[in-house]
């Protein structure tokens, strides 16, 4: 079984920067694909990251200033956001899946889900 959980959220003002943190328990961490994704108040869920073993994805509305990694020492993923603006407020999700082969922008392709972070960002 799977689990997630999140870390790393919070109030933040215009042009900070944060990192979230994402653990990951089970025993396949390394051979999983990771994700984030968002949902600001009254929207859908917006794909925002993905990470394999050796490739990464993000998201158009925040390339350039959003950055994934991962540890597999620590069995965690990380979002470093950066040069935050407004917009960004979102419950922030991690995701993982076991079956995938590399990363995808589809919610639907992702098995397993944190409970969320609130990212706050305002003045």
């Known amino acids: 079984q799977v689990q997630l959980v999140e870390s790393g959220g919070g109030l933040v003002q215009p042009g900070d920067s944060r990192r979230l943190s994402c653990t990951f328990s089970g025993r396949t961490f390394g051979s999983s694909i990771m994700g984030w994704s968002r949902q600001a108040p009254g929207k859908e869920r917006d794909f925002v990251a993905a990470i394999s073993r050796s490739t990464t994805s993000i998201a158009a509305s925040v390339a350039g200033r959003f950055s994934i990694s991962r540890d597999n020492a620590k069995n965690s993923v990380y979002l470093q956001m950066n040069s935050l603006k407004p917009e960004d407020t979102a419950v922030y999700y991690c995701?993982?899946?076991?079956?995938?082969?590399?990363?995808?922008?589809?919610?639907?392709?992702?098995?397993?889900w944190g409970q969320g972070t609130q990212v706050t960002v305002s003045s």
């Open positions: 995701a993982a899946s076991t079956s995938l082969s590399t990363v995808s922008g589809r919610a639907s392709d992702y098995g397993y």
